[in-house]
């Protein structure tokens, strides 16, 4: 919208005769005034500093006036000012950027091209040509493992898909095979071939999470409500978090919690540390409404390599396994107990071949306790989550040595564990 100013009148417009009326004799007794060159016109600035101190003597029925005058022509000149602008240098205008910024800038940028976008399809029939539709399903974020075409993300992400499409950095979309995936620790790994493809494949460097600190720097890079390459920071809030699969039900340990913002389609987006290493994959938030509530969580990239090394290899995960089924923590605790209560051991499996006994009932229909599990390895078991994180750091083939509690006697057993397919 376009403002227009209409100045008020020039003061030459007020008769010279009135200001002559008001203004004092220059002829005073005994004095000649000498002949003076023609006056030139007072400036606003010289007319207001004038009245001001009193150097030009009005009449009260016109210094009012001069002043509104005055005051409305200094009024309009500000308004300009305001519209039109004071022209700055480019130094000025342009917005100075911190050492901090700037490294910010450089991450994302070298980080980039390494974030995909990841579309999930699904079979569904037509509710009215009964013909078989390929409709997307879902949506996240993945990264480049390596140069071969390998894309990890999460493998709820993918989960049900009957076709999986990878959009890369350039925009290009591409279909995607799943080489397997991690159903445990959620873990997904996907190929993309790249005879089509703009230029080379720039995977993301790996770094470590065994060393992590709270209040570290990191970075999230992921496509949130379908929004690619969206950047967002903050710190690690935590360490050391566990988080239950959506996919198993088993917990994941030594979980990275951050406040950097995490929302639906961030899931498989690597998080970052200051140098640009991927220190874990977003995973899951904690939230009542859905949405990102500064609490959210990544697989640590530690447990990323190994998963994601054996799926490569082998096209899954291979786990070493006891072969027994557990009562929830909840119903030990009730007992006034702490440990792992057996309730199966699968025939013929690891535990069942060392006479690890499960939970039964006996010929009236009570109820009779399995094996608390007390200790593997002299280490103490008080919960599922002990029992898991051994198992974790154990090879199929080592031999376990099994604490349990059998009615009121401690016995030891000799467990060797077996892969989990």
Known sequence: MTLTFKPPAP???????????????????????????QQ???SQ??????VATDNVLLSDRWRQPLQRLLTAAA??????SLLVGTPLDAAQARAVLTADEKATIALFQRSRPSVVYITSLAKRRDAFTLNMLEIPAGEGSGFVWDTKGHIVTNYHVIRGASDVLVTLSGGK???AKVVGYDEDKDVAVLQITQKDMEGPLVPLRLGDSSDLEVGQKVFAIGNPFGLDHTLTAGVISGTGREINS?????PIQDVIQ??????????????LDSSGNMIGINTAIYSQ???????????PVDIVKSSVSQIITFGKVVRPIMGISFAPDQSVEQLGMNGVLVLSAREGGPAAKAGVRGSSRDEYGRLVLGDIILSVNSKRITSASDLYRILDKCAVGDKLDVEVLREDSKEHLTIVLEPSN
Not at 75 to 80: E, T
Not at 258 to 270: E, H, L, M, Q, R
């Open 75 to 80: 009024g309009v000149a500000v308004a300009a």
């Open 45 to 50: 600035q010289q007319l207001a500093d004038a």
């Open 258 to 271: 951050t406040d950097a913002a995490i929302n639906p389609g961030n899931s498989g987006g690597p998080l």
């Open 289 to 299: 409404s859905g949405n990102s509530a500064g609490v959210g969580f990544a697989i």
């Open 246 to 250: 959506g996919n198993t039900g088993r």
């Open 11 to 37: 003061l030459a417009s007020f008769p010279a005769a009135r200001f002559a009326a008001s203004r004092p004799s220059t002829r005073r007794a005994g004095l000649v005034q000498p002949r003076c060159k």
């Open 173 to 175: 979309d591409q279909s």
């Open 40 to 42: 030139q016109p007072a």
